[in-house]
């Protein structure tokens, strides 16, 4: 009803002065991320859906390292729409699903999915056609030092080599209103927060349009409101372009916070999957020892 409501009253305002308009923005942008909006039945309605569309799918996936082996018959799957949140102890392997997704790493048997493509199969050139479709925000951001924000926003675009100055920079201009970082494009990392290069980040993620956002590790080392910051950036952008997200954490108020499901990661595979609903009620013995921090590093 309010998602109604804002939509019905955005058109009335249409025509009205910007600063009105700015001024509704404002509301909606503080309703989107409210507890109201995850419980409205738009949410609700997403959350309870059952017959939702696989977008990404591991079947028995196996990789190891020099004979070190790190994953070994992962299977899970990932529906449209939703953020789809991976926990695990460290060095269990979440960078490397991530990778594997990618086609940045090889899988050494199994099969990985994209939209029902088999994908671990294919040559440099079709990976990044589907590549376009990903939007990474890379653990502790990996911004390039030497670069201007424009410059790192708009690097996926002049890699495609497919858009103009002018489009380019357009393009930069809106990531960085969705992330709230207008005119910072001149600015280097270095002149930034932790939190803002983490949005310049996702910024940088969205430059391309992706239908699907991985984000490793994306509040590590943040202080509790500006995790709170990026899981609303993640919860808004769900709700706006309808993008479906896979996100690595270790912090269980983001899980808690943005989590439609939630796999654990633990001995080489998924060792256990829920809504989050079922999540937080589990008897799972795994889920139960990693929440209360009984499962270490494997
Ligand atoms: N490119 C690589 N070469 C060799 N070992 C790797 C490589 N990438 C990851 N590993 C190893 O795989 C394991 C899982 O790593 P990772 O996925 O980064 O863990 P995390 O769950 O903390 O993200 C670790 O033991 C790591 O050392
Ligand atoms: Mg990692």
Not at 192 to 209: E, N, Q, Y
Request: net charge neutral; with cysteine.
């Amino acid at each position: 009803m309010k998602d109604f409501m804002f939509g019905a009253m955005r058109q009335i305002l249409r025509g009205l002065a910007p600063r009105k308009i700015l001024l509704l923005k404002r509301v909606e942008k503080t309703y989107l991320g409210s507890k109201a909006c995850r419980e409205s039945r738009c949410f609700q309605g997403l959350r309870n859906n059952t017959n939702m569309t696989t977008v990404i799918e591991f079947k028995n996936v196996v990789k190891s390292f020099e004979g070190k082996s790190v994953i070994d018959g992962m299977s899970f799957s990932v529906n449209q729409g939703e953020t789809f949140c991976v926990i695990g102890g460290s060095g269990t392997g979440k960078s490397v699903t991530l990778k594997l997704l990618l086609g940045l790493l090889p899988v050494d048997a199994g099969e990985v999915y994209f939209k029902e493509q088999l994908i671990n199969d294919l040559d440099e050139l079709k990976l990044n056609r589907i590549r376009q479709s990903f939007g990474m925000v890379f653990q502790g951001s990996a911004l390039f030092d030497s670069m201007t924000v424009f410059e790192n926003v708009a690097y996926p675009l002049y890699e495609l080599n497919k858009y103009n100055d002018e489009e380019i920079e357009r393009i930069v201009r809106e990531k960085l209103a969705v992330v709230d970082l207008v005119d910072t494009e001149d600015l280097y990392p270095a002149d930034l927060s932790g939190g803002m290069r983490k949005r310049i980040g996702v910024a940088r993620a969205l430059a391309t349009d992706p239908q699907v956002i991985l984000y490793d590790e994306p509040t590590a080392g943040l202080d509790p409101a500006n995790v709170n910051r990026i899981d609303h950036l993640i919860l808004n952008l769900q709700k706006r372009f309808a993008v479906t997200s896979i996100l690595v954490t270790h912090n269980m108020e983001s899980v808690y916070r943005v989590a439609d499901r939630v796999a654990l990661l633990h001995n080489k595979k998924i060792g256990y999957v829920g809504t989050l609903k079922d999540f937080q009620n589990t008897a799972n013995v795994l889920v139960r020892q990693f929440v209360d921090g009984e499962l270490g590093a494997e």
